[in-house]
């Protein structure tokens, strides 16, 4: 049996997520008294974040490089461990997040419509894009000439990726993400309305 992501702690984090619910319930918060709980308990995670990470003795099995100079010495602050998802990575993802949710909670535009849609069906968008990303890698491993024979070539979980050098640059990376967000996007509405139009007792599970 494969256990792709760690249970413990995305476990902890979906049920943080739960509990943090309760700060949109009118009867336990108004809607400045949620802002306000999110911009103190963000502010608060980031600032545990940064405290523990300059430590650079706990919260993350890889320590930052003190060494390094200038950029290189950021970016090796800020790079915390995501599989599986160490405290660290937990709170300067966790603590930001907290404050935007805070701050856009009134902004109503088109985009913030869209990001609301994929907002609601997020387990069903998160299947969908996994499925499409491995179907057009897949496509590009066979367009571009290799043969089932180059399969698992590297140690790794997915297959399709014949050798170090397979792949793009960062540019064509991102719009292949794009491209992806968008073919998302209209399975992603058509089961948000049949989720808000259908009784179903799997519907809040998907």
Known sequence: MLVAYAALPWTG???????????????????????????????????????????????????????RLGVYKLLSFLNTNKYPPSLLYACMTLGPALIALALIENVRNRFTAIMNIFGRVPFFYYLLHVYLIHLLCTIAYFAEGYAFADL???????????????????GVVYLVWLLVVVLCYFPSRWYDKYKTTHKKWWLSYV
Do not use: C, H
């Open 13 to 67: 984090i979906m049920l943080l997520g739960f509990g943090a619910g309760r700060w949109y319930d009118a009867k336990y918060f108004t809607a400045l008294q949620r802002r306000k709980a999110m911009i103190v308990t963000g502010f608060s995670v980031i600032a545990v974040f940064v405290l523990v990470r300059f430590v650079n003795m706990y919260g993350d099995p890889e320590p930052w490089e003190e060494e």
């Open 152 to 170: 698992f070539r590297l140690k790794m979980q997915f297959a399709f990726r014949p050798d170090e050098n397979f792949g793009y640059s960062l």
